[in-house]
């Protein structure tokens, strides 16, 4: 992997106040990830893993943050520019991405189980008929 062209921005959230929304973003239980793999193995389905590099930068921006463009924004240094993204270190953005995932999943059919908000299901058919649930259990390590 070429890491060149690779860069990342971080607000300084440690200086600023904490905002009036929530900012605790959920992760997995470990029973949880547990009995996935027990019912994937049960019901002989696949089990896949991906990694959504730069996750929070996938999110809406909930807080309004400006900046003045520095030398890396080209032709509009010393303008005010405006986050519509989350960065890293922003006190909202881990609740920011979570929140843009769910939507995403809920847009596709899947819905959060009651037990373990971070495991996600909906129904599936495998070619010969035979009825399962797919699942998506949510880990955020950013």
């Not at 996938?58 to 303008?79: L, Q, R, S, V, Y």
Request: charged letters at 25%.
């Amino acid at each position: 992997m070429d890491f060149t062209r690779k860069a990342r921005y971080c607000a300084g959230g440690h200086t600023t106040d904490a905002p009036d929304g929530i900012t605790y973003s959920s992760v997995v239980s470990r029973d949880s990830v547990r009995i996935g793999l027990l019912a994937a193995a049960l019901h002989n389905v696949d089990v896949l893993g991906i990694d959504l590099e730069n996750a929070y930068l996938n999110a809406p921006c909930a807080e309004k943050i400006w900046f003045e463009g520095g030398t890396e924004c080209g032709e509009d240094k010393g303008k005010v520019c405006v986050l519509t993204r989350s960065l890293y270190g922003l006190k909202s953005s881990g609740f920011s991405r979570r929140e843009a995932l769910a939507e995403a999943l809920r847009s596709t059919e899947f819905e959060s189980t009651l037990a373990d908000p971070n495991v996600w299901i909906k129904r599936a058919q495998k070619p010969d008929g035979y009825e399962y649930y797919e699942m998506l259990l949510v880990y955020t390590d950013d």
